[in-house]
């Protein structure tokens, strides 16, 4: 039976070469990384979700 290493390093492996060769596979990945990426939140709302400033009318 294969050791964690052993397994995640053949997914690495394996996603190295799917990103060379499968442009579904890359531009799944890009799709995927953009998804996921940090969004800066209002700066309207505190913590809470009340907003900071009511005569604004957010």
């Known amino acids: 039976m294969a050791t964690l290493m ?3 390093k053949d997914i690495a492996d394996r996603h190295d070469e799917r990103m060379k060769t499968d442009p579904r596979y890359a531009m799944t990945v ?3 990384q953009q998804a996921s990426a940090p969004v ?3 700066r309207h ?11 604004r009318g957010y």
């Open 6 to 8: 052993e397994t995640l």
């Open 30 to 32: 890009a799709y995927m």
């Open 40 to 42: 800066e939140r209002s």
């Open 45 to 55: 709302y505190d913590r809470d979700g009340y907003c900071d400033n009511p005569a």
